[in-house]
C-alpha cells in the first residue's frame, strides 16, 4: 500500500513568493491533518479535514497560510507571501474515520524561505 | 505550561544499556497515549500505543500513570539502530481543538 505522499520534497523559494504543498493521504483515510515542524516549536497542528471539510484552523499561523481539500485524495497547502520564519519541514499525515487513533505521516516538504 | 513535556535529552547511552524516557501530560482527561519514533529528517512513525495496563513490545515497555498524568517508556539491550528522536503523544477530548498534541521529542543516542 502507497503510504501518504507528499511533493514537493524540497522547495526553496524566495520571500514573497507563493508556495504550494501538495498531499495525497492513504486510500479510505477520513482525516487529513497539516503539521509544521521547526527546531525551536517541535511538531504543531496546523489544519485538519474530516471528510474532506475543514475542522480546525485554529493553528494556521496568519492568514497568509491556507489549506483546501477539493476531494478525498488531494489537499494542498498554501502560504502567500512566503517569510523567511515560515522555514520548516510541513508533514502531511492521515487517519482512518474510525478506530485507532493512529495518524500516519508522509516524508514530508522541507521549505526554506531565503 | 506545555500540554506535553518531556525531557529533550540528548540521551547517549552504550549499545545493550538500558534506558528510560519520561513524559508528562497537563490535561487529565487525555484519552489515548502513543510513542512515535522519528529518524533524522524523516517522517514520525507509530511506536507503540500506551495502554492503562502498560504494554510491551519485544524490548520496548510503555507505562502509564494517569494518577501522575505521566507516561513513560523503557528501552531495554539498546540498539543503534534505536538511535532517533522519540516523541510522546497524547490526544485530548473530542471536541477540543486538537486531535493529537505532540512533545518535543526526546533524542537518544546508541553509542558502539
Known amino acids: 500500500d502507497a503510504g501518504v505522499i507528499q511533493s514537493p520534497r524540497h522547495e526553496v523559494t524566495e520571500m514573497g513568493q507563493e508556495v504550494t504543498l501538495r498531499c495525497k493521504p492513504i486510500?479510505?483515510?477520513?482525516?487529513l491533518f497539516w503539521y509544521r515542524q521547526t527546531m525551536m516549536r517541535g511538531l504543531e497542528l496546523l489544519i485538519y479535514?474530516?471528510?474532506?471539510?475543514?475542522?480546525?484552523d485554529s493553528g494556521m499561523p496568519e492568514d497568509r497560510f491556507s489549506a483546501k481539500m477539493p476531494n478525498a485524495s488531494f489537499s494542498t497547502l498554501k502560504i502567500q507571501p512566503s517569510e523567511p520564519r515560515d522555514s520548516a519541514v510541513y508533514f502531511c499525515a492521515s487517519r482512518p474515520g474510525s478506530g485507532r487513533d493512529t495518524q500516519y505521516f508522509g516524508p514530508g516538504t522541507r521549505l526554506t524561505v531565503l | 505550561r506545555k500540554e506535553v513535556e518531556q525531557d529533550p535529552g540528548p540521551f547517549n547511552v552504550p549499545e545493550g544499556a538500558t534506558v528510560a524516557f519520561n513524559c508528562t501530560y497537563s490535561?487529565?482527561?487525555?484519552?489515548?497515549f502513543f510513542w512515535y519514533r522519528q529518524d533524522c529528517r524523516k517522517e514520525p512513525k507509530l511506536l507503540m500505543s500506551?495502554?492503562?495496563s502498560g504494554n510491551e513490545d519485544g524490548r520496548f515497555t510503555a507505562q502509564l500513570n494517569r494518577a501522575s498524568q505521566y507516561i513513560s517508556l523503557l528501552i531495554r539491550d539498546s540498539k543503534l539502530s534505536d538511535s532517533a528522536t522519540y516523541l510522546c503523544v497524547v490526544r485530548v477530548p473530542s471536541g477540543s481543538a486538537r486531535q493529537l498534541t505532540f512533545g518535543s521529542g526526546t533524542q537518544l543516542t546508541v553509542l558502539p
Open positions: 500506551v495502554y492503562s
Open positions: 486510500s479510505g483515510h477520513d482525516y
Open positions: 490535561n487529565s482527561a487525555s484519552q489515548s
Open positions: 479535514f474530516n471528510n474532506n471539510v475543514p475542522i480546525d
